[in-house]
Structures are given as structure tokens and as C-alpha cells.
């Protein structure tokens, strides 16, 4: 660190983001039953909240241990993805480094269980309640998200300070690792530059890994929202890739078979094809109808400001990366698909044109038999 006494914090907020695959697209009315709420209606295609509860939380580095109040929420994004939020409420001293180590060394403890524990727990009992007494394959990685909102702390700087004495530190968190190595200048330059905050007291320093936050309270609701919406988005895609590669490994296989047989049209492999494609044209719509509009900040809102923030998590999070691959692929299979559909009915229509010349050379020869 850039200065012999570390940051503490007295009050704060920890929020760390699960987000996880629910098994697909969700029925909407029975949503609504767990909501009780017509804002389905109006947020349908947005992260809703769906439950909360309260908790223990104690953050445990090293010999340092705190005990915290936790608010528990499920916020469900209807086309496939859901986020555990569990907002920590920091009352009591603690270091910025021993939170860090914490979140890295898996030592918070909610209700009892290591977090990653209580995540999984929690997970498994929200995907029970959307996809009640079915067998569903859910997508095995989950993706996690901190944000840090600092209030009461020594010692006592504005944002330009913060930046300035302990740019080194709040890098860490922003980049999401607690290891030694040393920081290159034009990384936690890079960090620092990220600020989405409104006014210019404020700070709001976003990274793929986390977001560190010195007021912004009076629109930090709506950053949070868009930011999940944002990470939502991510996941989703991610998801969509994953499917779609598995939708690729069966059209090999069918044009593998396809190079095998000189009569391809009567094989199965047109139809695995087919079917192959028609899976992935089922994600082309859903992001055609769905998401492609989440995708576009003038339709999230009609502030600026905002169209603006949610443009720079999208790209600060790579989303649009990864909307493009998936579009490539499956454009990609779109056209392989139209040739070996050309393919196959060139084989037919040679197939017909010999079966009638075959039956012209029977008439012409059965009557000389």
C-alpha cells in the first residue's frame, strides 16, 4: 500500500451477486404467484425480486471476526437467469484488507455456513421453487460479483484522496484476487478511470469483479439494478454458448455422416441436422424478441445519464463480446445447415432423374422381353 495506515471501515455495506441459470425461461403467472405483484407485467424482461429474508453474517480474517446483520434476496430474470443478493450490513471495525481476504478465503459465514455453502444451499432451493418437482439441467458455473459501499472511515478522504492514498488496495478488490504480485501503475490507473458516478463527490468504480462505492445514495438503486441486469446478460449469453456448442458437436456429426454416405438424404444425419439448428434458432429468437432490446440503452431508460452507465457496464463486462459469438455461431450454422440442405437435394433430384430414366429403359425394354 501507498501509506502506512491501512483503510478501516465503521459503516459500510458488502453486497456480493450470485448469479446462476434457473433451467430456462420461467412461466410467468407462476412468477407471479411468488411475487403476488402485477409488476411482472411492467419488469417482466428485468431482474424481479422475488423473496428476502434476513440473516447472520460474520466476516472472519484471520483473528479479526465481526458480526453482521444480512438481508437476503432472490431477484429472477425471467429468460433463464436468477441473482442471490445478500447485502451485509457492516457496524463494527474492520479493515479493507481483512474483507478482501475474507471474500477470497471463503471465511464469511451466513446463518451458520460458509458463503459459498449457504450460496449453494440457497441456489438449489430457488430452482426447486421455478422448476417445482422436475428434472432440469442447470448451467454448472455461477458467476460472483462484490460491490463495497464505504460510509464512515479512517482515515478521512474524499474520492480523490481514496484514489490517490489507496489506489493499490481498492485495485485488489476491484480486480478480485488478494495475491502479492506487485501492481503495475497502468492497471490501477485503468481501475480507477472506471468511475460511473453521477455527481463529482461520488465514486462509483466499476471492474468485471466488483464495483467500490463512496456515496452515490440517492441513485445507487438504480446503478445496482442496471448492474444486474447487466451481469444477468453476461451469464445468459454465456449459457446460449454453451448450448449452442453442443448444438454444433451433433451438425458435425451429421455432416461427418454426410461424407460417408453417397445417399445422404435417406440417412438420419439431415434430420440431427435440422433438429440441431432449429435448437439454436430457438436462441436466435429468444434474443431477437427478448433480449436484444435489454441490449440497447435508450430502451432500459430515457436517461441519460443512465443509458450512458449501463453502456459502460455492458461494455466493461464484455457482454457485447459475447452476444457476438453466439450471433456468429449461429449464423454459422444457419448457413451450414443451407448446404447441406442444397447438398441433399441435389442427391434427391439425381436420385429422381435416374429412377426415371430407369423406368423410360424398362418400358422401352419389356416389350421385347
Given amino acids: 500500500m501507498d501509506t502506512s495506515e491501512d483503510l478501516t471501515l465503521f459503516n459500510g455495506k458488502l453486497t456480493i451477486l450470485i448469479v446462476f441459470g434457473h433451467g430456462g425461461e420461467v412461466d410467468k403467472s407462476q412468477l407471479k ?49 436468477s441473482i442471490l443478493r445478500t447485502e451485509i450490513e457492516i457496524r463494527e471495525k474492520i479493515l479493507l484488507n481483512d474483507i478482501l481476504v475474507a471474500l477470497h478465503s471463503n471465511t464469511i459465514i451466513v446463518d451458520g455456513l460458509d458463503f459459498q455453502s449457504f450460496a449453494n444451499k440457497k441456489i438449489s432451493e430457488i430452482r426447486e421453487k421455478l422448476n417445482p418437482g422436475k428434472k432440469v439441467s442447470y448451467y454448472p458455473l455461477t458467476k460472483r460479483y462484490a460491490l463495497l459501499k464505504i460510509k464512515e472511515f479512517t482515515p478521512k478522504l474524499d474520492h480523490k484522496g481514496l484514489k490517490e492514498q489507496y489506489g493499490e488496495i481498492i485495485t485488489r478488490f476491484l480486480s478480485g484476487e488478494t495475491s502479492i504480485r506487485p501492481l503495475h501503475s497502468k492497471e490501477i490507473t485503468e481501475k480507477l478511470a472506471n468511475d460511473l458516478s453521477y455527481y463529482d463527490e461520488d465514486m462509483f468504480l466499476a471492474s468485471p469483479e466488483g464495483v467500490f462505492i463512496l456515496g452515490c445514495d440517492d441513485y445507487l438503486k438504480d446503478l445496482r439494478e442496471l448492474l444486474e441486469l447487466a451481469i444477468s446478460l453476461l451469464l445468459l449469453f454465456q449459457i446460449y454458448d454453451r448450448k449452442i456448442d453442443s448444438e454444433i458437436t451433433n451438425a458435425f456429426e451429421a455432416i461427418k455422416n454426410m461424407h460417408l454416405s453417397k445417399l445422404y438424404f435417406l440417412t438420419l444425419a439431415p434430420r440431427k441436422l435440422e433438429k440441431a439448428l432449429l435448437n439454436v434458432s430457438e436462441i436466435g429468437l429468444v434474443i431477437l424478441d427478448d433480449i436484444e432490446d435489454l441490449m440497447n440503452p435508450h430502451k432500459i431508460t430515457q436517461d441519460w445519464y443512465y443509458q450512458s452507465a449501463y453502456l459502460k457496464m455492458l461494455n466493461t463486462l464484455k457482454v457485447m463480446d459475447f452476444e457476438k459469438v453466439v450471433e456468429h455461431k449461429i449464423s454459422s450454422l444457419q448457413e451450414l445447415y443451407a ?31
Fill in 339 to 369: 448446404t447441406a440442405r442444397q447438398i441433399s437435394t441435389e442427391q434427391l433430384t439425381l436420385a429422381l432423374e435416374i429412377a426415371i430414366v430407369v423406368l423410360i429403359l424398362w418400358e422401352v425394354v419389356r416389350p421385347l422381353i
Fill in 33 to 81: 404467484k411468488f411475487i403476488g405483484s402485477d409488476i411482472i407485467t411492467e419488469r417482466w424482461n428485468k431482474p424481479i425480486e422475488m423473496e428476502q429474508s434476513e440473516g447472520v453474517a460474520v466476516i472472519v480474517s484471520g483473528s479479526e471476526k465481526i458480526t453482521c446483520t444480512a438481508n437476503i434476496y432472490t431477484d429472477v430474470f425471467v429468460a433463464g437467469v
